[in-house]
C-alpha cells in the first residue's frame, strides 16, 4: 500500500511536545492518506490501547523498514533531522521527496559557517521538495546564505498552538485584584539561568520587592528555590514546576505580566518564546526582549511591551503600568487578540497543508 504522506517524528503521539501533536493531528484530518511513523514506541502503545484519535494511522518507525508513500513530511529541529537519523532514512530507505518545518532551536547557530554548511545538507538533498521557516531574520538568512531555491522556501510566521479559552474570569491589577502577578514560563535546561533571562527576572523582582509589598512573582517551567539565591524575595515569589498546557488556561487568568528577557543565540529561540505566546494569547501583557530585531508583527507599547535586558529598564518599565494600571489592561485586550490572530491554528496550518498539497500532486 501507497500512503499518501509519511510523517515522520521521534516524540508523536505524546503530548509532551505539543505543537507536534497538534500539528500532525492536524495533517492526519486535512490530508487523506496521511499516516505518522514515530520511534516513540511507548506513546504510540498508549495511544493505541486507549484508541486515541487516529490512534490506526500511527505507526512504529523503523529505520530498516521501508513504508511506501508519495511525499514525507517532518516538523522537526535541524539536529533531528540530521542527527537522529531521519535524513538518512529519507534518503537511502525511502527514497522518496520529502518536506519540512525548520524550527528555532535544536542547533541552530545563525552566523556561523557550520551551521549553513548543515543547512546546506538539507537543501542539496536529491528528495527535498520544500521547506517552512517561522522566523523573519532566519528566512532571509538562509535566502542570503543557503543553495536553496527560493522558491522552495515558505515563510509562516509563528508557531503550532492549540486554540486557548480561560477556564476561569480573568483578573486584572488595578481593576479586579489588588496585586500586580508577574510570571516567568520557560523549560529549565542547561544554560537555561542565563539564556532564558532568569537571573535577570529574579533581579527585577529583588528590586520591586524592595519597594512594592503587593506584585508577586510566578515561575513556570522547573526552576525553583534552589536554581537562583532567591532569599531576598521568598515570601513574593512562587513555583509551580512543569505545566501541561491545561494549567496555562488557569494559570494565566491571574497573571498580568509574562516578563522574558531572553538572551539565546539568534535562531535559539522563536520570538516571541513559547511561553510567552501562551500568555499573550490568554490576556496577559508580554514583556519581552527582542535582541535580534526579530519583531515585525506587534505594535510596542500597544500589543505588547519590548524591553532591553536590563534591570533598571524593566524595573522603569513595570513601575509605569504598576501606576497606570489601565493601560496595562488596554495592552492586554489589543496583546490578546493579535497572539490569537498570529497564532490561529487554522490559518497557521493553511500554509503547511497547502504546500504538501501542491507537491504532492505535481
Same mark, same amino acid.
Given at each position: ?127 527535498f521538495e520544500g521547506v517552512v521557516i517561522t522566523q523573519k531574520p532566519i528566512y532571509e538568512y538562509i535566502v542570503n546564505n543557503c543553495e536553496c531555491n527560493v522558491d522552495k522556501i515558505h515563510y509562516v510566521y509563528g508557531g503550532i498552538l492549540p486554540n486557548l479559552v480561560l477556564k476561569k474570569e480573568k483578573k486584572w491589577y488595578g481593576i479586579n485584584k489588588a496585586s500586580l502577578d508577574i510570571a516567568f514560563v520557560a523549560?529549565? &535546561?542547561? #544554560?537555561?539561568?542565563?539564556? +532564558?533571562? $532568569? @537571573? *535577570?527576572? %529574579?533581579?527585577?523582582?529583588? !528590586? ?111 513601575? &509605569?503600568? #504598576?501606576?497606570?494600571?489601565? +493601560?496595562? $489592561? @488596554? *495592552?492586554? %485586550?489589543?496583546?490578546?487578540? !493579535? ?24
Amino acid at each position: 500500500m501507497c500512503h499518501e504522506m509519511l510523517v515522520l517524528d521521534s516524540i508523536f503521539p505524546s503530548e509532551f511536545s505539543l505543537f507536534r501533536y497538534i500539528e500532525f493531528m492536524d495533517m492526519l484530518d486535512c490530508i487523506p492518506g496521511t499516516i505518522v511513523a514515530s520511534t516513540n514506541y511507548e506513546a504510540i502503545d498508549f495511544h493505541k490501547k486507549h484508541r486515541k484519535k487516529h490512534w490506526d494511522k500511527i505507526c512504529y518507525l523503523d529505520f530498516d523498514k521501508k513504508i511506501e508513500c508519495k511525499l514525507v513530511y517532518a516538523g522537526v529541529f535541524l539536529s533531528l533531522f540530521l542527527d537522529g537519523g531521519l535524513k538518512k532514512y529519507i534518503e537511502d530507505v525511502l527514497k522518496t521527496k520529502f518536506v519540512m518545518t525548520l524550527y528555532p532551536g535544536g542547533g541552530m547557530a545563525i552566523g556561523s559557517r557550520e551551521y549553513v554548511n548543515r543547512l546546506n545538507l538539507v537543501f542539496n538533498s536529491p528528495y527535498f521538495e520544500g521547506v517552512v521557516i517561522t522566523q523573519k531574520p532566519i528566512y532571509e538568512y538562509i535566502v542570503n546564505n543557503c543553495e536553496c531555491n527560493v522558491d522552495k522556501i515558505h515563510y509562516v510566521y509563528g508557531g503550532i498552538l492549540p486554540n486557548l479559552v480561560l477556564k476561569k474570569e480573568k483578573k486584572w491589577y488595578g481593576i479586579n485584584k489588588a496585586s500586580l502577578d508577574i510570571a516567568f514560563v520557560a523549560y529549565n &535546561y542547561p #544554560y537555561a539561568i542565563k539564556s +532564558k533571562g $532568569y @537571573d *535577570i527576572f %529574579v533581579d527585577v523582582a529583588r !528590586k520591586l520587592v524592595k519597594k512594592y509589598g503587593n506584585i508577586k512573582f510566578h515561575v513556570v517551567g522547573g526552576f525553583d528555590d534552589k536554581t537562583i539565591d532567591i532569599s531576598e524575595i521568598e515570601e513574593s515569589i512562587f513555583f509551580y514546576g512543569q505545566y501541561n498546557m491545561d494549567d496555562f488556561e488557569e494559570f494565566f487568568a491571574n497573571i498580568d505580566i509574562v516578563l522574558s528577557p531572553t538572551k539565546s543565540p539568534l535562531g535559539h529561540e522563536g520570538f516571541p518564546t513559547g511561553g510567552v505566546a501562551i500568555g499573550g494569547m490568554l490576556g496577559s501583557v508580554a514583556f519581552t526582549s527582542d535582541v535580534y530585531a526579530m519583531n515585525h508583527i506587534y505594535v510596542d507599547g500597544e500589543e505588547m511591551v519590548i524591553i532591553k535586558n536590563d534591570v533598571d529598564f524593566i524595573y522603569d518599565k513595570i513601575e &509605569y503600568y #504598576y501606576n497606570n494600571p489601565e +493601560k496595562l $489592561y @488596554d *495592552i492586554s %485586550v489589543r496583546g490578546s487578540k !493579535k497572539f490569537n490572530d498570529v497564532f490561529n491554528l487554522k490559518s497557521q496550518m493553511k500554509h503547511r497543508i497547502e504546500m504538501c498539497n501542491t507537491i504532492l500532486n505535481m
